[in-house]
């Protein structure tokens, strides 16, 4: 999808093609100029970026080549912010996908009373602002709070805790409350996915009287799994995109102990009292890196999936 | 908040779609189980916010004073108009909407200007143009602030609502985009073909034919585009740091959160009237949105 195929053998009728779609390319005025200025002009300028030594937007950026980048791999709070990145991905992805499914599931059984309610429910805190709900769990997290207050009720913990103020388990935190946000969305994906699994199927089973375990490992598994890599997919892009909730919940610490990428680029860029905005933008070359690579394996995720789901 | 009054309607299809005759019945253990806990769980799901309510009608002692109760002394309303005026939740208020509405109207516009052509015309550099959508499809926002605020510094927009606009609304949005190309595919030639022997040009073919047509995915656009507009932190935080009158309320909370740390029961109101507009217009529209999400995952 990425070559023009009109460019390899141009016809000689090019000039008058042009002329006679003027109009078309006046509907694609407004497009072409604001995604060229938006999207594709900042793509390639942060890459010129990450190569100056630019302290402030009045300033004038000097070319230092490669410098940003050697620093950076020394740079440990980079580091860490790389592993927190990292690491909020790996727990929160599989848990926002999995959870949703086992709802899912459960919300999409006939038998299942107040379905409507209860996927009203849990979608409530997706239409809501992130930043504002980060606020709100500062609140909710004092150890003061509901929350600890209930867990010391319950005798699941001794004392009063703060989970979002502690260095040991700010990051898991934020995880937990973005889980709690977004579950929602990803609730929706999958009863989207199991309304395409056809009722003969599940009929079919019962027939041939598989249990409900051995039906959902047997039949409905093996028809989700293209829905499964697309979900995971686009919740794997969706927790790159955590700073508004982290910046608010945590804003990177204790001692940068939440900090993820997002607010390292904000921190260095924004909030330094001489700001580096070459380095900042380094940074966010190396990472946008990772997440072409993980692109190129959701295009390819997403073609072989695109294929089961148009075969089955 | 008050979300199960509406949801009732949603289910009967549901419960009508089975076609057998069944024999009225006990409810079974399993499904007992089931709901409780379903109900715990959405108690977790819904907890925060009635206490971000309870916390807004009461006193700040009284938030972390009261223990786990619910229920303020006297509701104490007097919180909801310190946010309003004294810390410019008003002001917020107003900003957050003019950048709403004004990105609402930039991407509907643009976008379904361009999936009318998308969907239905071949030119000389479509291919090119659907090839760069799909690269920069997933881009993180995060990681191209720095560019578009210095962009939005050299069009000396920076501090202004129309440059909070721009950045949200003039680049990104690729699926409202591939929404329209995708229903406008769909429709059938004839349209243009008769409109066309009427004598219409395109500009009167799209407004008044095509576009009226679209409705369903102006909808589904719009909504998108309002909860992405009225949630968005990064960028309005990053261009109005030396204007706080423009704020949005999103940036307004955080700053509160520094400058008037101990005002929890303000804080809770303002965070109230923050998340009002887009709680209210999602149990009034529920369905479009989980219809407008899930088509938009299908696609």
Do not use: C
Request: glycine share 10%.
């Amino acid at each position: 999808m990425t070559t023009t195929h009109e460019r390899t053998h141009p016809g000689r009728g090019w000039p008058r093609r042009l002329r006679k779609d003027w109009w078309i390319y006046l509907f694609l005025l407004p497009t072409v100029l604001g995604y060229g200025a938006y999207t594709v002009y900042p793509l390639l300028a942060s890459w010129w970026f990450a190569f100056l030594d630019w302290p402030g937007f009045a300033a004038v950026g000097t070319f230092t080549g490669l410098e940003n980048f050697e620093r950076l791999l020394g740079d440990d709070l980079f580091w860490n912010a790389f592993r927190n990145s990292l690491v909020f991905l790996v727990i929160a992805v599989p848990l926002r996908v999995g959870l949703a499914l086992l709802l899912a599931i459960v919300l999409n059984r006939k038998k299942t009373p107040f379905k409507g309610f209860f996927r009203t429910l849990f979608f409530l805190p997706v239409v809501t602002t992130g930043a504002i709900v980060g606020v709100v769990f500062t609140l909710v997290l004092d150890a003061s709070g509901p929350v600890s207050l209930s867990l010391v009720w319950s005798g699941l913990i001794d004392s009063p805790a703060n989970f979002a103020a502690d260095a040991g388990t700010s990051l898991y935190a934020g995880i937990a409350v973005w889980v709690w946000k977004w579950l929602g969305i990803t609730l929706i994906y999958w009863l989207a996915a199991l309304q395409t699994i056809p009722q003969g199927v599940h009929e079919a089973a019962m027939i041939d009287g598989a249990g409900a375990w051995a039906e959902f490992r047997h039949v409905t598994m093996p028809l989700l799994v293209p829905f499964l890599v697309i979900i995971t997919l686009i919740d794997t892009v969706a927790a790159f995109n955590v700073f508004d909730l982290m910046q608010t919940l945590t804003g990177g610490g204790p001692s940068f102990s939440s900090e993820v990428i997002e607010i390292f680029i904000f921190r260095t860029a924004f909030q330094a009292t001489v700001p580096q905005l070459g380095y900042a933008s380094a940074a966010a070359v190396l990472f946008g890196l990772l997440t072409v690579v993980l692109a190129v394996v959701q295009a390819l995720g997403m073609r072989w999936a695109r294929g089961r789901i148009g075969s089955s | 908040m008050t979300a199960p009054a509406t949801t009732a309607p949603t289910r009967a299809p549901a419960a009508t779609a089975t076609g057998r005759a069944r024999p009225p019945r006990r409810p079974s253990v399993g499904q007992v189980v089931t709901v409780v806990v379903l109900l715990v769980l959405g108690g977790l799901w819904v907890y925060p916010f009635v206490w971000l309510v309870s916390a807004s009608l009461k006193t700040s002692p009284e938030i972390f004073g009261s223990g786990l109760s619910l229920m303020p002394e006297t509701p104490v309303w007097e919180n909801y108009a310190r946010a309003w005026t004294e810390v410019g939740f008003g002001t917020y208020f107003v900003n957050t909407l003019v950048i709403t509405v004004g990105t609402v109207l930039l991407v509907v516009v643009r976008s379904a200007l361009a999936g009318y052509v998308l969907g239905r015309y071949d030119f000389i550099g479509k291919k090119l143009l659907i090839g760069i959508f799909l690269v920069t499809f997933f881009l993180p926002e995060g990681y191209t602030i720095i560019p578009i605020t210095q962009l939005t510094d050299q069009l000396r927009l920076l501090n202004t609502h129309a440059g909070v606009i721009l950045g949200l609304g003039a680049g990104g949005q690729i699926a409202s985009t591939l929404l329209y190309a995708g229903y406008f595919r769909r429709l059938p030639k004839e349209l243009e073909e008769t409109a066309r022997l009427d004598g219409a040009g395109h500009f009167t073919i799209f407004f008044r034919v095509m576009l009226p047509l679209a409705w369903p995915i102006t909808a589904t656009v719009v909504i998108l585009t309002y909860l992405f507009a009225w949630n968005v932190y990064l960028l309005p935080l990053v261009f109005t740091l030396s204007e706080p009158d423009l704020r949005t309320l999103a940036v307004g909370m955080t700053v509160f959160m520094g400058e008037r740390g101990t005002d929890w029961s303000g804080l809770a109101a303002g965070a109230v009237i923050s998340l009002i507009p887009v709680i209210a217009v999602f149990v009034v529209l529920q369905r479009r949105f989980v219809d407008s999400i899930a088509g938009a995952v299908k696609q």
